[in-house]
């Protein structure tokens, strides 16, 4: 990855968190690693915890930043939640769900944030 393409994701990242902040998210962790893999936000919402993944965009060549939430990404974001949850709570007994956050920047310097609460189910 190039530190171009680095630093446009920490500042998607930085981005999602104000907006979530703004949303009534209390964010708990950013960049929650294990071996084989990363969830780039954990954050509470009410009652509910949260595994937030950011997508970040320049132009829709690719495709729509939520088109690349594919299978298997979630299958090893649902993963890193277990881990997550049976680490940090010791039970898999909690309420959460996996929310999106896409970045778009536009051309002419501005960008828009939007999510998608609920956005996939837990893949095991």
Not at 26 to 34: D, G, K, V
Not at 63 to 74: M, N, R
Not at 94 to 113: I, K, L, P, W, Y
Request: with cysteine; charged share 30%.
């Amino acid at each position: 990855m190039t530190l171009k393409r680095k630093q446009f994701g920490n500042q998607a990242e930085d981005l999602a968190v104000r907006f979530l902040e703004r949303q009534g998210y209390r964010i708990l962790q950013r960049n929650f690693r294990l071996r084989f893999g990363e969830i780039d936000i954990i954050a509470q919402d009410q009652d509910t915890l949260c595994f937030v993944e950011v997508k970040a965009r320049t132009t829709d060549e690719l495709g729509s930043p939520w088109e690349s939430i594919t299978y298997f990404k979630q299958r090893k974001l649902s993963k890193l939640a277990l881990a997550y949850l049976r680490g940090q709570y010791k039970s898999l007994d909690v309420r959460c769900r996996f929310d999106v956050v896409a970045v778009s920047s536009h051309e002419e310097g501005r960008e828009t944030v939007e999510v998608i609460k609920n956005a996939f189910e837990v893949w095991t």
